[in-house]
């Protein structure tokens, strides 16, 4: 079998490249990555399946310092507003072959007719479509807890993002307790979408566990970032049952996702001092609450110890008043205490004056003395002549003597010879 050095691959390859395409060509593809260095506008240009939305091809193209300016008087501002990541251009191209260096496109001249990129195009279209669907502010309307202390993570473990993200909440200067649960994932590549989803579905099982779900990745090219673009992933956290934070792109990136979530975050990092000053902004809410509830405890214990002391006077006040009308009213009757018991005690003898003398207009020597007489049987009166027996001794009482007789016949008999008296 024939072999060749490297070198001599190189040199035919460079000679095929140089003899097939010696004049540039206008190729059209899309802008993955801008970058700048020293005037020189460094491309990466890429082309995608239809179908798949896979990449089919991909090189670096380079715009020297010089040709950039040259470029720039002949578009003016359309140059810079076309060279953005996303774009589909059409760009004429010098094919270059380096033996040491390899394929390089060099570009002489940018068409600014085509300004959108696929990407942009395809993305504008998946935002229009969550608008007409009501998804695009939707999770913005699940309202972050009071602290954020449960966070479900969605992230690669060995990320650099993932790692500061942790830094940043395991220091946080408050000294606050945050618990993070990773659920790892791929953040770039054909897999991002269909492993988000499925690990998103299992914080979804238990969402009871978690406060908030946060989506962090450590930035990287706009393509790389194309997995946040798509309608699946941005309509599944769209409509998640917790509040969903985003850091996954650097400064200048935003992506379909960024724009459905509750809270879209620049970098990890902005995500972690995010959740520690939502948690700082409650504990001086709730510092001050403290602070009020003490001032209105202390006011409120003012005005009764006030108002203790306005009723203690009060009641003294009064206690005052009644011991003096008490004491007036002792003094009172105690000048008029001789004059009632005289009152009293003349009212007791006209009365006892007036009771003697009805006793003794009732008594038994009155009634004889006016003519009348008691007779008595075994010492007591005799009111009645039933009851009285043959036999019986009775004793008569006049006012001037007694008279005592035995009962010949008893009650009930006709008149006869009553008795035989013997003077007393």
């Not at 079998?1 to 000679?15: D, G, H, K, N």
């Not at 502010?137 to 990320?159: C, D, F, T």
């Not at 019986?392 to 016949?409: A, E, K, M, P, Y």
Request: charged share 30%; proline share 2%.
């Amino acid at each position: 079998m024939e072999t060749y050095r490297l070198f001599e691959l190189q040199q035919y390859i460079r000679r095929t490249i140089a003899l097939n395409v010696p004049e540039p060509v206008w190729i059209r593809c899309e802008l993955a990555q801008v970058s700048e260095s020293r005037g020189h506008r460094y491309l990466e240009l890429v082309e995608k399946d239809d179908a798949s939305d896979e990449l089919i091809a991909q090189s670096s193209a380079v715009i020297w310092h010089r040709t950039y300016r040259r470029i720039h008087r002949q578009r003016g501002k359309q140059l810079k507003e076309v060279l953005r990541e996303g774009m589909s251009v059409l760009l004429k191209v010098q094919v270059d072959f380096h033996e040491r260096y390899g394929l390089k496109l060099m570009v002489e001249d940018v068409d600014p007719g085509y300004i959108m990129g696929e990407l942009e195009m395809r993305r504008r279209a998946i935002l229009e479509r969550l608008q007409k669907e009501d998804l695009l502010g939707k999770n913005r309307l699940v309202s972050l807890p009071l602290v954020l202390q449960r966070i479900a993570v969605l992230s690669a473990e060995s990320a650099a993002g993932y790692a500061d993200f942790k830094e940043q909440l395991a220091n946080n200067p408050y000294g606050f307790r945050i618990e993070w649960t990773l659920f790892p994932t791929a953040m770039q590549g054909q897999q991002v979408e269909q492993e988000m989803l499925r690990q998103l579905h299992k914080i979804e099982r238990r969402r009871h566990l978690y406060d908030a779900i946060v989506v962090i990745r450590g930035g990287g090219a706009r393509l790389d970032l194309a997995a946040f673009d798509r309608y699946e992933l941005a309509a599944a956290m769209a409509q998640a049952s917790l509040p969903v934070l985003t850091g996954i792109g650097h400064e200048i990136d935003e992506t379909v996702l960024d724009q459905v979530v509750n809270s879209a975050l620049k970098t990890p990092t902005a995500v972690a001092e995010f959740i520690v000053q939502h948690n700082a902004r409650f504990d001086a809410e709730l510092w001050q609450a403290g602070q009020w509830i003490g001032r209105r405890v202390q006011q409120l214990l003012t005005a009764e110890l006030f108002r203790n002391d306005r009723t203690a006077g009060l009641l003294k006040d009064t206690c005052r008043r009644l011991l003096i009308k008490e004491s007036d009213q002792v003094a009172f009757a105690k000048k008029q205490l001789p004059f009632l018991i005289r009152t009293k005690l003349k009212e007791a003898e006209v009365l006892l004056d007036f009771q003697e003398q009805v006793n003794s207009l009732l008594s038994v020597e009155s009634t004889l003395r006016r003519g009348f007489s008691v007779t008595y049987r075994s010492g007591q009166p005799v009111t009645s002549s039933f009851g009285i027996t043959k036999g019986d001794i009775l004793t008569t009482h006049f006012q001037d003597g007694r008279v005592h007789s035995v009962v010949n016949q008893g009650a009930g008999r006709k008149k006869g010879k009553k008795s035989d008296r013997k003077s007393g």
